[in-house]
């Protein structure tokens, strides 16, 4: 079904509706505009001085003396709009030297008059950002001293959790934060005794795109999914990517050149939500860096930035974030911090050589996340472009704590940029990284699961600009969070699943300035690191090793163990542990068995062995 309308300055005009798509051209002062009906057809300008040249549309033939250049600005083309959807510029790719650009125009409302209606009662976008192994203080407004300007802006109008959790490994983040559940509870990889927040929300009219890393059983296309750029595997090649990349789910080869993967999958988010907006859809986006993720391969110039930065050390570092975080007001002055534990050598201890190495570690650590907010203002100012940035609730989160895991001997000379270098993670600057907590990924200690967790969303958070929550929350709260957000139902019957009861509480509550009625228990379990959080308190099991007890109210870092001074609590909170492991999350056996008695060295064979025999680089214990 085609309008045809007349526009006040008597430009021929026409307005598509249903499922047409629709591309409309303009010079920005709005005084000549002209639409064209060009289901498939990209018109494409090229940028270049400051001012973007229109290219023509080969399908309507027009082209490029028929409409003025248009001025050019990063934040992109603004024309101003009634719906809050107006021109939207996206960068396709590099080409010729030039930038190539792609741009889609809504009509403003005033043209249409009686077919407003249509676009009017628009349901909020949703952006998840997830990414890997970034710790608990790697980003400006946690604490750090890596530039993220974009995620630090998000944070000032928006509002940050101070207790969010994160499952502290890759695949079961991924599956909470998609499912609802806990990760054994959901069928694991598989989620056969779920459903997936795409295969919601595609019902309630919403269009799904992902990119980046799945990691989970077969592709996001299979989940609900209707588009899909990334790699399926836990990891990949920065530069080099590596054969499981699929688009929308066929295979796709990586580039011999030119290719960077935290590029890549804000490229294709935006080409994505270039869709969604022809579709005239609501649109949820689940953006995976594989970012700060080993190896350790940031982009020269993001690399050469931090260079110096970390010859400080470990040590210093951990000061500095922990008295940032006090100025923040995410913690007291009076916190205790987790001392550095002593796998982890003091700073100055190290051999010359061996500083110098690590410095360059955290450089590459300190460039990836640079990067990661670089593209995340690619996304931003795309939403702002676009008109909607105040109507979409974007939401980042870290899978787990910084990873300790150090599983190869390196060539320590090397830099780190150099698509052949392929260094591991660094314990010691894991501690630092995790600030103010102690231990790492797959530990549910808080340096394990503790993520930092923006929430933006102009038009629909209550709270003061940049405040902060302390709320316990967890990834599982996101999908009815979600689901309430955009009035759509969790289905208690799905063809091919067994569906078990959702785990996660909805945080609109907070969001809209309250707080939640009721937090049921947190469990924590991945392999055999366990936890639970009830209230204030935590208790926690290193490798099945005896429970520990710490309140989290008045020791956040869970510096002091009190667990002689609780036996009753912790006998309850364990038997509670127990109760979910195997009721709700129908763990295996061997995840259920009692935890030791004895206490025994909390150690482990991967992290990284600082004194290595003489002759041989440091790698793993
Ligand atoms: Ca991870």
């Known amino acids: 079904m085609r309008k045809s309308v007349e526009s006040q300055n008597d430009m021929f005009c026409r307005f598509g509706i249903s499922n047409e798509r629709r591309t409309i051209f303009a010079d920005v002062d709005e005084t000549r505009m002209r639409t064209c009906f060009a289901p498939t057809i990209r018109h494409l300008i090229r940028v270049g001085d400051g001012v973007s040249r229109f290219l023509g549309c080969e399908k309507c033939g027009v082209g490029p003396g028929d409409v003025h250049p248009i001025p050019f600005s990063r934040m992109g083309l603004r024309a101003s709009c009634h719906l809050r959807r107006n021109l939207t510029l996206v960068s396709r790719k590099h080409e010729g030297g030039g930038v190539m650009m792609r741009y889609h125009i809504i009509l403003p409302f005033a043209l249409f008059g009686a077919f407003a209606p249509l676009c009017a009662a628009e349901k909020p976008n949703v952006v998840v950002v997830l990414t890997d192994d970034l710790g608990f203080s790697d980003l400006g407004c946690y604490g750090a001293e890596i530039e993220t300007p ?41 989620m056969d005794r779920a459903v997936t927040l795409p295969e919601v929300l595609g019902p309630a009219g919403y269009f799904n795109a992902m990119t980046g890393k799945w990691h989970l059983s077969k592709e996001p296309t299979d989940f609900g999914f209707d588009r899909y750029f990334g790699h399926l595997s836990g990891a990949t090649h920065y530069f080099r990517g590596n054969d499981t990349f699929r688009l929308n789910g066929e295979p796709w080869e990586v580039p011999d050149s030119g290719f960077y993967t935290t590029i890549a999958k804000v490229d294709y988010a935006l080409d994505f939500l270039a869709e969604a907006r022809e579709e005239e859809k609501p649109w949820f986006l689940y953006i995976a860096f594989n970012a700060p993720h080993a190896p350790i391969q940031p982009l020269k110039e993001d690399y050469e930035k931090y260079k110096d930065h970390y010859k400080v050390g470990w040590d210093v570092i951990h000061e500095r974030r922990i008295a940032r975080q006090i100025e923040l007001g995410i913690f007291d002055e009076d916190v205790e911090t987790a001392p550095r534990l002593d796998h982890i050598p003091a700073w100055e201890d190290l051999a010359p050589e061996l500083r110098e190495w690590e410095s360059k570690r955290m450089a590459g650590y300190a460039g990836m996340i640079d990067r990661v907010d670089q593209e995340l203002g690619r996304l931003v100012a795309d939403l702002e472009a676009a008109g909607e940035l105040d109507n979409t609730l974007i939401m980042f989160f870290s899978d787990n704590g910084a990873c300790p895991y ?17 260094w591991t993670d660094s314990t010691g600057w894991a501690w630092a990284r995790n600030t103010p907590y102690r231990f790492y990924k797959q530990n549910q200690f808080e340096g394990g699961v503790a993520t930092p967790a923006i929430f933006h969303w102009p038009d629909g958070i209550k709270t003061e600009p940049g405040a902060l929550d302390f709320t316990p929350t967890h990834l599982v709260d996101l999908f009815p969070t979600i689901l309430e957000m955009a009035g759509a139902e969790a289905p208690t019957e799905f063809p091919g699943r067994e569906l078990t009861p959702l785990a996660g509480v909805s945080l609109m509550p907070v969001l809209s300035g309250g707080s939640l009625e009721e937090r049921p228990p947190i469990h924590f379990l991945f392999n055999q690191d366990r936890g639970l959080r009830d209230g204030d308190w935590k208790i926690v099991s290193f490798q099945a090793g ?76």
């Open 150 to 190: 974009v995620l630090d802006r998000l944070a000032a109008n928006g509002l940050r959790f101070t207790q969010f959790y994160n499952t502290a490994k890759c695949h079961s983040s991924r599956v909470s934060l998609l499912t609802g559940r806990w990760c054994r509870q959901a069928g694991d990889e598989d």
């Open 406 to 422: 150090d599983r190869r001997n390196i060539k320590w000379e090397d830099e780190p940029y150099n698509p052949d270098t392929r």
């Open 546 to 621: 005896p429970w520990e007890l710490y309140n989290l109210e008045n020791d956040p870092a869970e510096a002091r163990n009190v667990v002689a001074e609780h036996p009753e609590r912790v006998e309850k909170m364990a038997a509670e542990w127990h109760r979910m492991t195997r009721d709700v999350l129908m763990a295996p056996e061997r995840e259920q068995r009692p935890v030791a008695t004895e206490d025994r060295p909390k150690i482990h064979s991967q992290w990284s062995d600082y004194d290595p025999e003489p002759g041989r680089h440091t790698g793993n214990r």
